[in-house]
């Protein structure tokens, strides 16, 4: 068994008060770096290979590094906590089991990039991890940790906890900005980066909470140890969240190189009641279907690339033999034609047409060209839009009819005959 | 009881607003937590609220109105004493939320969107609420409840007066 990194305090009884978690070895990444330069703490997680691990895995002491230099704006460091892609829940885990994780690597990349004021947006429908971090906010603020003049450094940091109000397009760091300033959560045209000109128009870097609860350890232990935990391009291990037709689903945390074969079958127990796999979805609802056949795959950043797929949020769906993907499709459908913020055209157009669409398959009213008319107007709309929403809702559209379009096809003929 | 329809905060709640408002670098940072409390103290977010928030943030009522409509957790009509949201994506649907929706349906006697006369449940089906695995699952008011049975919902159901 796989040393346990970001899980180690899941099983420890009052994890989430700040005493608990200094017993454990708490606060000593924030204790460390409060004595580094902060360029070398962004030289070490640079070492670490950590990879953003809310959805676009981008590598973080990179991200950081898009602050234009010599600006002496203020800039803010905001935790994107705005968990909501379809299978997807390891951000709840860490929230509520071992917040102090979290407000420690907000301190170390606050001491990294210079900041003075982080926002931790969290989803609004997460009114218990809300409460359960807010406390440790409260607690920290208590202890000195955070504030003004921290433990005697100089260095002040306030923290904010932020309650959004229910939109997935939140979680796309430039619509999580809009809405932190008060508006409607519509994303911003790029460039400018947020870390140009993001948050109230200063410099900001968007974290996913996971990402930020890495950092403790990466100073603690170094880049070098961070890195070879995992694969050649992404180091660490990382949270999988595993639910659907798995005997045990729940959050696993494994190195980023087991493969998704290993994940459903040694650590989730397999399929139930002796079904077949039919189809995964890798990374949370946006990414591409995966079949049987293709799970014997690195479950980093690479690994469902190679697939045609993405690792995303590491959101992993199982669906066994029984399940209809026709069925399946109208339920992302809907989500996507719901979630769509309604700015760019291709996307609020396409994800109604195409949920109604996949709807009247299920429903035994399909037509024969219904299939071609959902790839066509996928294709079209991929790469046009403001944000990466629909590009999102493109990977099931195709994959699911690209990989078992013979079963929409029957489907549809039943109908045509009935 | 605050109403709705002539909203105005107390001078504590007064004082909360400048509070929040204070910790972001622009004051409209504060809209969504401010509505939060706005929907807390007066049930629901209707016009007058809008007009009246939009008042504390020199804002435009539409600017409001723009943002309340934005978001699922705003209520623009009254809402049961208790909120049952079942989530109806991916995991929970091949679990069976299909089923805990119609047996919600069936037992309340409203449909999806509605509140029970007695004003006592508004029963919702939603996005995905990132509790996976737990499927099937539903938010009932503050907390979650997964692995859910037709059983399991009547005695959920039971404890809500």
Not at chain 1, 185 to 201: E, I, L, N
Not at chain 1, 214 to 220: F, T
Not at chain 1, 267 to 276: E, N, Q, T, V
Not at chain 2, 57 to 82: C, D, I, N
Request: proline share 5%; net charge negative.
């Amino acid at each position: 068994m796989a040393e346990r990194i970001l899980t180690r305090n899941f099983d420890v009884k009052d994890a989430h008060a700040l005493r608990v978690y200094r017993e454990g070895g708490g606060y000593q990444g924030w204790e460390k770096a409060k004595g580094m330069e902060p360029a070398d703490i962004a030289e070490e997680v640079k070492k670490s290979n950590l990879r953003g691990l809310g959805g676009a895995g981008f590598p973080t002491g990179v991200k950081w590094g898009f602050i234009p230099k010599g600006s002496t704006a203020p800039r803010y460091l905001v935790v994107n906590a705005d968990e909501g892609e379809p299978g997807t829940f390891k951000d709840r885990y860490l929230m509520e089991g071992d917040p102090h994780a979290l407000i420690e690597g907000m301190l170390i990349a606050a001491r990294a990039i210079g900041s003075h004021l982080g926002f931790i947006y969290i989803r609004g429908e997460y009114v218990q991890p809300w409460r359960i971090l807010s406390d440790a906010v409260k607690e920290a603020y208590d202890a000195g940790l955070l504030g003004k003049n921290i433990q005697g450094t100089g260095f002040d940091f306030e923290v904010v906890v932020h309650r959004g109000a229910g939109a997935y397009i939140c979680g796309e760091e430039t619509g999580l900005i809009s809405s932190l300033e008060g508006k409607k959560g519509w994303p911003k045209v790029k460039p400018p980066f947020p870390a140009v000109k993001g948050a109230f128009g200063q410099p900001t870097i968007v974290n996913n909470v996971e990402t930020l609860a890495c950092l403790p350890h990466i100073i603690n232990r170094g880049g070098e140890w961070f890195a070879g935990l995992g694969t050649k391009t992404q180091g660490g291990t990382r949270l999988y969240s595993v639910s659907g037709h798995v005997v045990r689903p729940g959050l696993v945390e494994a190195p980023v190189s087991v493969t998704l074969r290993q994940i459903i079958y040694d650590h989730c127990g397999g399929i139930p009641s002796g079904r077949a796999l039919k189809a995964v979805v890798p990374g949370g609802s946006s990414a591409a279907i995966l079949t049987p056949d293709e799970i014997d795959i690195p479950m980093d950043v690479d690994g469902p690339k190679s697939k045609g797929s993405m690792i995303g949020s590491a959101g992993i769906i199982v669906m066994d033999e029984t399940v209809s993907i026709p069925d399946a499709l109208m339920v992302v459908a809907r989500f996507y034609a719901h979630e769509s913020c309604g700015q760019c055209t291709p996307c609020r157009e396409s994800t109604g047409w195409i949920y109604k669409i996949s709807h009247r398959i299920v429903e035994g009213k399909g037509r024969k060209e219904d299939l071609d008319t959902i790839l066509d107007v996928a294709k079209r709309g991929a790469g046009t839009t403001i944000c990466a929403f629909y590009d999102g809702a493109v990977g099931p559209y195709i994959s699911y009819i690209e990989k078992f379009r013979s079963e929409f096809e029957d489907l549809i003929r039943r109908s045509a005959h009935a | 009881v605050a109403d709705a329809k002539r909203p105005e905060f107390s001078a504590e709640q007064l004082a909360e607003v400048r509070r929040l408002q204070g910790l972001y670098p622009d004051k409209r940072g504060a809209l969504l937590p401010v509505l939060h409390l706005a929907q807390d103290t007066f049930g629901y977010v209707s016009l007058e609220v809008e007009e009246y928030v939009a008042g504390l943030f020199e804002l435009s009522p539409a600017h409001v109105h723009e943002v309340v409509t934005f978001y699922t957790l705003y209520f623009q009509q009254p809402k049961g004493r208790h909120v049952v949201a079942v989530c109806h994506n991916l995991s929970c649907h091949l679990l069976g939320a299909k089923g805990i929706i119609e047996h919600l349906t069936q037992t309340l006697g409203v449909e999806v969107g509605e509140t029970t006369p007695d004003g006592r449940v508004t029963l919702l089906s939603v996005e995905c609420l990132c509790a996976c695995e737990m499927a099937p699952m539903m938010q009932v008011d503050d907390r979650y409840e997964g692995h859910l049975t037709p059983e399991k919902v009547d005695g959920i159901l039971e404890g809500l007066r």
